[in-house]
């Protein structure tokens, strides 16, 4: 039998805890365009941000500048508030993700909820859609969702991988299932694949090893791990275990 080689992972790399760590000294430093250029030149396919409506971390001229400098690897993580929306369409980054915000959560901690939000969403869709951006969502490994999103009209779904990777090893082989399952389930109405959230160098093989995932979206492990390994390495180590997932 022929062997055939599995497709090639984009990874994305998010850059918000860099962002973090100078807001907390309202700094100029750590520099977030200095810190995308060598994320984007350690092998990185995408620089990803979250403008979040608060500005705890990224700011309104960092996606400024990042697309000025990325134009064709900025992907801009929003909620589907009008205000940010109106900031797409005048920023136009390549590429958008529409993802659930909730001012008093630490991170992202559920994916976003199409079926309850169906008018907003797609009118937010419809909006970026027509200008031009690239837009995805991000959301459960949930069929109903993922179905919705369909609907919609939205082509690309980032799936939250977050419950797999915080859970315990029974429950993870559950959520693992379920992402599988999911994932199957997306592909045969045609969509196109993301997944992240929680990723790290310790759970990161089995999802990507699933072929159905054409992309990665990686932060707060590679930016953790940068503190002692250094930023390209942190990179490189990371792209070498989504390489070897893939053999």
Known sequence: MKYQKKENILLGVNIDHIASLRESRK?????IIKAAKIIKNSGADKITVHLREDRRHIQDVDVFELVKIFPDCLNLEISISKEMINIAEKIKPKYC?????KRKELTTEKGLDILNNLFSIKMAYKKLHNAGIITSVFIDPNYLQIKCAKNIGLNIIEIHTGYYASSNSYNKKKELQLIKNSIKYA??????????HGLNQENIHAI????????????????????????????????????????
């Open 27 to 31: 700094t100029n430093y750590p520099d």
């Open 208 to 247: 990507a090893s699933i072929p159905e995932i054409q992309e990665l979206n990686i932060g707060h492990s590679i930016i953790s791990d940068s503190i002692f390994l250094g930023l390209k390495k942190a990179i490189l180590n990371i792209k070498l275990s989504i390489i070897n997932a893939r053999k």
């Open 97 to 101: 993700c529409l993802v659930p915000e």
């Open 187 to 196: 592909k045969k109405l045609g969509m196109i694949i993301h997944a992240g």
